[in-house]
């Protein structure tokens, strides 16, 4: 059974890789015809974006510090990116830093809020031990929806490694809220 869990746990983190990776080397190839200097920012902050992902694949949590650590260079990319149609609000309480979450669910969840652009990402903790990303509802710019498969892995990775079950509510703004585990517990 133990394997099974396994087994299923990489088929799920498999499935984020690629596609982030594809609108990665996108960007940087407009990056390398408009702004070298621009474009060497942006293989800097892919290489450290890409060496995450590969440790990643050897832990089944992180802690919310090197996940943020993480998101930030995720970040930088998407901001070369979109420009000034994203900008991000973030509030994490320090108390929450060694609390543990899967690797890459931040940016899962960045991920999918992009889709609504342009518009203001927060990402904030708080004091019931959730981290929260949310943004306001808008249409989306483009006719192509996402694939679904970002939360939908997520929620499963959660009901896997922890058991637990993150909480998506779409009102004003679409929220979703992913507990960060104390280990210490």
């Not at 869990?5 to 088929?11: G, K, L």
């Not at 996940?67 to 108390?95: G, T």
């Amino acid at each position: 059974q133990a394997e099974n869990i396994r087994n299923q746990y990489e088929v799920l983190k498999n499935q984020l890789n690629p596609h982030m990776l594809f609108n990665s080397l996108n960007t940087l190839r407009s990056l390398v015809r408009e702004n070298q200097d621009k474009a060497q920012d942006y293989i800097q902050e892919l290489s450290r974006v890409l060496r995450y992902t590969l440790q990643s694949n050897e832990s089944q949590s992180v802690s919310l510090r090197e996940e943020m650590e993480f998101a930030s260079a995720y970040i930088f990319l998407l901001k070369m990116r979109f420009e000034n149609n994203l900008q991000f609000d973030i509030q994490i309480a320090k108390s929450f830093e060694d609390y543990r979450l899967p690797p890459m669910a931040v940016q899962v969840l960045i991920e999918n809020a992009v889709k609504h652009k342009p518009l203001t990402i927060h990402i904030v903790t708080n004091n019931e031990g959730y981290l929260s990303v949310s943004n306001d509802i808008q249409p989306k710019r483009t006719a192509a929806s996402g694939t679904g498969i970002g939360l939908v892995n997520l929620a499963k990775r959660y009901r896997l490694l922890f058991k637990q079950d993150i909480q998506i509510t779409e009102d004003k703004e679409f929220s979703v809220c992913i507990p960060l585990i104390d280990e210490v517990q």
